[in-house]
DNA sequence: GGTTAATCAT
């Protein structure tokens, strides 16, 4: 796992300018950090001879004997014989034969015989690692309740901590990992590095990732001086692209130019993608362009990832162009090519390129399936065009595909987002005629559309139908009633469903805490509301901005401009940017405390800081001045707002007109 | 590979 053993990288990436960044903080003590417990991922890398000794049978030693004596009798007594013959096999032996046994999972038991007859024996040093071993084999083998078991039976060290981590990350219990990472900080160890990998890969396997648990993590990698290595900075760089923060991504790219490595395909392919996302389309560009030139073929994969950032942006031209030249190059469109393409056609309403595209698809033997149709439809609810569920209905079955249950889902959000409920009601219970399980989005999506419209009520028999029907809520769920029984301050309800959670074993995350925040400060609740930013701080997730944003608006709308101040200036203290939302929020904070004239030196500092002020920005300005009456300075403001290129929206017309509205009463007096 | 939850102006 050294990165001076890596092959020499076939391309170097030349970044946009993005240098503005300080020296890698992680990579100073790459050659201090030799913790013990990074002697199990030493002897699977250096120690192949004597692994290998261990399979053949030993000039010196012949083992034979002793495992077919421990498979017969796994409780002793050893005859001395035996036992002393053993006796000077040096430890490092011992330790490749139990791995080379715990490998194969019917050798097993002969494995733990072993390790329990070394330990009687007193033959070998370091039985720590021993268990560790075996408990790393049986985390691989997805036995973790026994590695568990095993664990338990002793006080755990930094070897079995490390090795049970490993186990419940590769098992996918992300929770149960970062909870004994938190114990063995506690305990003061610091974790392996190839356990972070493990866990940022478990971060990722379900492609969205916490952003909060991801920047915990990479805190205590920073704070630990872990090494990263090459697996750990794609991993790294991976997660933080799908975690949404494409800078950091692009700086470890660049950590690994540094350093002489070249990144993965995937990980390039995920920054890309993310770029893309972003509608950052000239940066996607120049690091797919990376790729090429570094001498990689992209593959569909990669094209798809280019092609996002297209789509995204509208530039149809380049899309096409895109597909143009997967075909030059021979690299086979798949399903999530020709879905990205029919997006771009229905964004630009040309129903009838998308229809052609499908019609190519099914010539080219990719046959549409209901991905491709549950993609076109969330590009028509994104843009509000709800009625055109029924026409992807009605064209999806003219193709032969029949809905699945994520069809379902995306058109049950569809029309829930619009205010159909009859509509959504009744696709649910289509879905279900069809023989369609719901599973947790599905009711999630259904009680947060019925909370959404005002019908608690509704939503609270469809959380016990739920649970009545075998689905169980999950944090989301939970998040969503919170927000719902928070809604109708129902406080005891509120602390019921936390502690159910808790109960179930559910940790609150960090959108569980800005809930919290949210509900208590809105209605009023401070103290409770701090309560919970610190409870979430001390839980080890870092406060979001979305965390303060919710606070800072609640001090607002109650005119509390001092309190708003000071959350804002606690939130920069904990190294958070100060955000359009926030600033917003500061200035509406002053409109409604009075204060007009610093609501407009929030306004400058936006200006001098390179913030460009939005719509809100302007209507909750002309807002702080009808509420002192200044209504003549209403017109300048929004005069202003359309010189910066600001288009006004519904609400900002309406504050203009009040304003106006008010001068002709004022004049008539 | 697609779907769900939290923050700013009437």
């Given at each position: 796992?050294?990165?001076?053993?890596?092959p020499?990288?076939?391309?170097?990436?030349?970044?946009?300018?993005?240098?503005?960044?300080?020296?890698?903080?992680?990579?100073?003590?790459?050659?201090?950090?030799?913790?013990?417990?990074?002697?199990?991922t030493?002897?699977?890398?250096?120690?192949?001879?004597?692994?290998?000794?261990?399979?053949?049978?030993?000039?010196?030693?012949?083992?034979?004997?002793?495992?077919?004596?421990?498979?017969?009798?796994?409780?002793?007594?050893?005859?001395?014989?035996?036992?002393?013959?053993?006796?000077?096999?040096?430890?490092?032996?011992?330790?490749?034969?139990?791995?080379?046994?715990?490998?194969?999972?019917?050798?097993?038991?002969?494995?733990?015989?072993?390790?329990?007859?070394?330990?009687?024996?007193?033959?070998?040093?370091?039985?720590?690692?021993?268990?560790?071993?075996?408990?790393?084999?049986?985390?691989?083998?997805?036995?973790?309740?026994?590695a568990?078991?095993?664990?338990?039976?002793?006080?755990?060290?930094?070897?079995?901590?490390?090795?049970?981590i490993?186990?419940?990350?590769?098992?996918?219990?992300?929770?149960?990992?970062?909870?004994?990472?938190?114990?063995?900080?506690?305990?003061?160890?610091?974790?392996d590095?190839?356990?972070?990998?493990?866990?940022?890969?478990?971060?990722?396997?379900?492609?969205?990732?916490?952003?909060?648990?991801?920047?915990?993590?990479?805190?205590?990698?920073?704070?630990?001086?872990?090494?990263?290595?090459?697996?750990?900075?794609?991993?790294?760089?991976?997660?933080?692209?799908?975690?949404?923060?494409?800078d950091?991504?692009?700086?470890?790219?660049?950590?690994?130019?540094?350093?002489?490595?070249?990144?993965?395909?995937?990980?390039?392919?995920?920054?890309?993608?993310?770029?893309?996302?972003l509608?950052?389309?000239?940066?996607?560009?120049?690091?797919?362009?990376?790729?090429?030139?570094?001498?990689?073929?992209?593959?569909?994969?990669?094209?798809?990832?280019?092609?996002?950032?297209?789509v995204?942006?509208?530039?149809?031209?380049?899309?096409?162009?895109?597909?143009?030249?997967?075909?030059?190059?021979?690299?086979?469109?798949?399903?999530?090519?020709?879905?990205?393409?029919?997006?771009?056609?229905?964004?630009?309403?040309?129903?009838?390129?998308?229809?052609?595209?499908?019609?190519?698809?099914?010539?080219?033997?990719?046959?549409?399936?209901?991905?491709?149709?549950?993609?076109?439809?969330?590009s028509?609810?994104?843009?509000?065009?709800?009625?055109?569920?029924?026409?992807?209905?009605?064209?999806?079955?003219?193709?032969?595909?029949?809905?699945?249950?994520?069809?379902?889902?995306?058109?049950?959000?569809?029309?829930?987002?619009?205010n159909c409920?009859?509509?959504?009601?009744?696709?649910?219970?289509?879905?279900?005629?069809?023989?369609?399980?719901?599973?947790?989005?599905?009711?999630?999506?259904?009680?947060?559309?019925?909370?959404?419209?005002?019908?608690?009520?509704?939503?609270?028999?469809?959380?016990?139908?739920?649970?009545?029907?075998?689905?169980?809520?999950?944090?989301?769920?939970?998040?969503?009633?919170?927000?719902?029984?928070?809604?109708?301050?129902?406080?005891?309800?509120?602390?019921?469903?936390?502690?159910?959670?808790?109960?179930?074993?559910?940790?609150?995350?960090?959108?569980?805490?800005?809930?919290?925040?949210?509900?208590?400060?809105?209605?009023?609740?401070?103290?409770?509301?701090?309560?919970?930013?610190?409870?979430?701080?001390?839980?080890?997730?870092?406060?979001?901005?979305?965390?303060?944003?919710?606070?800072?608006?609640?001090?607002?709308?109650?005119?509390?401009?001092?309190?708003?101040?000071?959350?804002?200036r606690?939130?920069?203290?904990?190294?958070?940017?100060?955000?359009?939302?926030?600033?917003?929020?500061?200035?509406?904070?002053?409109?409604?405390?009075?204060?007009?004239?610093?609501?407009?030196?929030?306004?400058?500092?936006?200006?001098?800081?390179?913030?460009?002020?939005d719509?809100?920005?302007?209507?909750?300005?002309?807002?702080?001045?009808?509420?002192?009456?200044?209504?003549?300075?209403?017109?300048?403001?929004?005069?202003?707002?359309?010189?910066?290129?600001?288009?006004?929206?519904?609400?900002?017309?309406?504050?203009?007109?009040?304003?106006?509205?008010?001068?002709?009463?004022?004049?008539?007096?």
């Amino acid at each position: 796992m050294n990165t001076l053993l890596l092959p020499s990288p076939p391309f170097h990436l030349r970044l946009p300018p993005l240098h503005f960044l300080p020296p890698p903080p992680l990579l100073r003590h790459r050659h201090h950090f030799h913790a013990a417990s990074q002697q199990l991922t030493t002897i699977a890398a250096d120690d192949h001879d004597l692994y290998d000794a261990a399979l053949l049978p030993n000039p010196h030693y012949d083992f034979a004997p002793l495992l077919t004596f421990l498979s017969n009798h796994p409780d002793p007594p050893t005859p001395l014989d035996l036992v002393e013959s053993y006796a000077a096999v040096p430890a490092p032996l011992w330790h490749s034969l139990i791995k080379n046994l715990s490998s194969s999972p019917s050798n097993f038991p002969t494995a733990y015989a072993l390790v329990s007859w070394l330990q009687r024996h007193n033959l070998c040093f370091s039985y720590e690692l021993l268990y560790s071993i075996l408990i790393n084999a049986l985390g691989r083998s997805e036995k973790l309740y026994e590695a568990f078991l095993l664990a338990q039976r002793r006080s755990l060290t930094p070897l079995t901590y490390n090795a049970l981590i490993g186990a419940c990350a590769r098992n996918g219990d992300l929770e149960k990992a970062l909870n004994l990472m938190e114990r063995m900080r506690r305990d003061g160890y610091q974790s392996d590095y190839v356990n972070y990998s493990l866990i940022i890969q478990s971060l990722m396997r379900n492609n969205i990732v916490d952003v909060s648990i991801l920047e915990k993590l990479y805190g205590e990698m920073d704070a630990d001086r872990i090494e990263l290595d090459g697996q750990l900075l794609n991993d790294v760089a991976t997660a933080f692209a799908k975690a949404g923060d494409v800078d950091r991504a692009l700086y470890f790219l660049g950590v690994m130019q540094g350093s002489g490595l070249s990144p993965k395909t995937s990980t390039v392919v995920a920054v890309v993608s993310e770029l893309g996302g972003l509608g950052r389309v000239e940066e996607a560009e120049a690091v797919f362009e990376e790729l090429k030139e570094g001498g990689l073929k992209p593959r569909t994969r990669a094209y798809n990832a280019l092609l996002r950032g297209y789509v995204k942006v509208g530039a149809l031209r380049d899309a096409e162009c895109v597909v143009s030249e997967m075909e030059r190059c021979q690299v086979l469109p798949d399903e999530h090519t020709y879905s990205l393409l029919i997006d771009a056609y229905g964004n630009a309403g040309r129903w009838e390129s998308a229809r052609i595209v499908l019609k190519e698809m099914e010539a080219n033997g990719v046959k549409p399936n209901s991905y491709v149709f549950s993609r076109i439809l969330a590009s028509y609810r994104d843009r509000g065009e709800w009625q055109r569920s029924f026409q992807v209905l009605k064209e999806m079955s003219n193709c032969g595909v029949s809905p699945d249950r994520q069809f379902y889902n995306v058109m049950i959000d569809t029309f829930g987002k619009y205010n159909c409920l009859e509509h959504m009601m009744a696709a649910f219970g289509k879905m279900k005629e069809e023989g369609i399980e719901p599973d947790t989005v599905t009711w999630n999506t259904l009680i947060d559309c019925h909370c959404k419209q005002g019908h608690h009520g509704k939503a609270e028999e469809l959380f016990e139908e739920m649970q009545e029907t075998g689905c169980s809520p999950c944090t989301t769920t939970y998040n969503i009633m919170i927000n719902s029984f928070g809604a109708q301050e129902r406080w005891d309800d509120v602390n019921g469903l936390l502690g159910r959670m808790q109960s179930l074993g559910l940790l609150p995350n960090a959108i569980t805490y800005t809930t919290l925040v949210d509900i208590y400060g809105q209605s009023g609740r401070f103290d409770d509301a701090i309560e919970c930013l610190e409870a979430m701080k001390s839980a080890g997730l870092k406060p979001s901005s979305t965390m303060y944003n919710a606070l800072i608006n609640a001090y607002a709308q109650k005119g509390l401009s001092e309190q708003a101040v000071n959350a804002f200036r606690v939130m920069r203290s904990d190294g958070l940017k100060p955000s359009i939302l926030a600033l917003n929020s500061l200035i509406n904070a002053f409109g409604e405390d009075r204060r007009d004239a610093e609501a407009f030196s929030v306004l400058q500092y936006m200006k001098d800081n390179n913030l460009k002020p939005d719509v809100v920005t302007y209507t909750t300005l002309m807002k702080a001045l009808v509420r002192v009456d200044k209504y003549e300075k209403v017109p300048a403001v929004f005069e202003e707002m359309l010189l910066s290129g600001c288009t006004p929206d519904r609400k900002a017309r309406a504050m203009l007109r009040s304003a106006l509205r008010y001068m002709k009463s004022a004049l008539k007096v």
